[in-house]
């Protein structure tokens, strides 16, 4: 069993500008959840609350499996729950602006793309994994697109079961533009293609940052690979048994 840690690594070569706007998103994503949960809808309120407290505190909220998020998984994770919730669901986009779920749909699956190869990254680092660049994005990509799987899996289980028992629930299949049938192979497609795009990103990015004899990215790496609580696999190699 890895050795939880009870804080951060200290990001000692981050940008002053990448904290700043880490507080300012904190503070966008704080505001609108405490506004929506009195003033507003109120479980989105709280749903915006709940994903608030699991990227600030996640050794709390996943109850040791996660002790900390390095900086910039941070600030991408603040950004999906400021499109998902703070603009889409507080702001109404969904309703006011025509195909705004398609956004989304590329951007989270984008997003997630890009933090699995940044965690693939570190795992290279590490020795823990070997294989080509390409078969990494591919993988990456049929990971992002399964989670969006299973978003619309859960999406049409609660139409086909809550929706028609619960006043007032709602409906997520389906908009304005499209049927049902139709907004979800489109979902998946803009999934795809956000999937793609962002493990090529991904790829550019920590790329872009070697070439630069970045001091922050194998500070980034390690954080990666320590940021696991219980639960997660232990070391692996020569240099295992020093480790524990």
Same mark, same amino acid.
């Given at each position: +069993?890895?050795?939880?840690?009870? *804080?951060?690594?200290?990001?000692? !070569?981050?940008?002053?500008?990448?904290?700043? %706007?880490?507080?300012? %998103?904190?503070?966008?994503?704080?505001?609108?959840?405490?506004?929506?949960?009195?003033?507003?809808?109120?479980?989105?309120?709280?749903?915006? &609350?709940?994903? &608030?407290?699991?990227?600030?505190?996640?050794?709390?909220?996943?109850?040791?499996?996660?002790?900390? =998020?390095?900086?910039?998984?941070?600030?991408?994770?603040?950004? +999906?729950?400021?499109?998902?919730?703070?603009?889409?669901?507080?702001?109404?986009?969904?309703?006011?602006?025509?195909?705004?779920?398609?956004?989304?749909?590329?951007?989270?699956?984008?997003?997630?793309?890009?933090?699995? =190869?940044?965690?693939?990254? @570190? +795992?290279?680092?590490?020795?823990?994994?070997?294989?080509?660049?390409? *078969?990494?994005?591919?993988?990456?990509?049929?990971?992002?697109?399964?989670? *969006?799987?299973?978003?619309?899996?859960?999406?049409?289980?609660?139409?086909?079961? &809550?929706?028609?028992?619960?006043?007032?629930? !709602? !409906?997520?299949?389906?908009?304005?533009?499209?049927?049902?049938?139709?907004?979800?192979?489109?979902?998946?497609?803009?999934?795809?293609?956000?999937?793609?795009?962002?493990? %090529?990103?991904?790829?550019?990015?920590?790329?872009?940052?070697?070439?630069?004899?970045?001091?922050? %990215?194998?500070?980034?790496?390690?954080? &990666?690979?320590? +940021?696991?609580?219980?639960? @997660?696999?232990?070391?692996?190699?020569?240099?295992?048994?020093?480790?524990?």
């Amino acid at each position: +069993m890895a050795t939880t840690q009870s *804080a951060a690594v200290p990001t000692t !070569h981050t940008a002053p500008g990448t904290q700043r %706007l880490a507080w300012v %998103l904190r503070t966008v994503i704080l505001a609108s959840g405490v506004y929506q949960t009195f003033f507003g809808e109120t479980d989105i309120g709280i749903l915006t &609350l709940i994903c &608030l407290a699991g990227i600030v505190a996640p050794a709390v909220v996943t109850r040791g499996l996660v002790n900390f =998020f390095p900086i910039e998984v941070e600030i991408i994770l603040f950004v +999906m729950v400021i499109i998902q919730f703070v603009l889409g669901e507080a702001r109404d986009m969904y309703t006011t602006i025509p195909y705004y779920d398609k956004f989304v749909h590329a951007s989270i699956p984008g997003m997630l793309g890009l933090i699995g =190869f940044m965690v693939a990254y @570190s +795992m290279v680092v590490a020795g823990r994994l070997i294989a080509p660049t390409v *078969a990494i994005a591919f993988l990456i990509v049929l990971m992002s697109l399964g989670a *969006a799987a299973v978003e619309e899996i859960v999406e049409y289980t609660s139409d086909v079961i &809550l929706y028609p028992r619960i006043p007032g629930w !709602h !409906h997520f299949q389906g908009n304005a533009q499209e049927d049902p049938h139709t907004d979800t192979m489109n979902d998946l497609v803009a999934d795809l293609l956000g999937a793609t795009a962002g493990a %090529l990103l991904g790829i550019w990015l920590i790329d872009r940052e070697k070439r630069r004899g970045s001091a922050r %990215l194998p500070e980034m790496a390690t954080e &990666l690979q320590t +940021m696991w609580g219980r639960g @997660s696999l232990p070391p692996t190699g020569p240099d295992s048994a020093s480790t524990r």
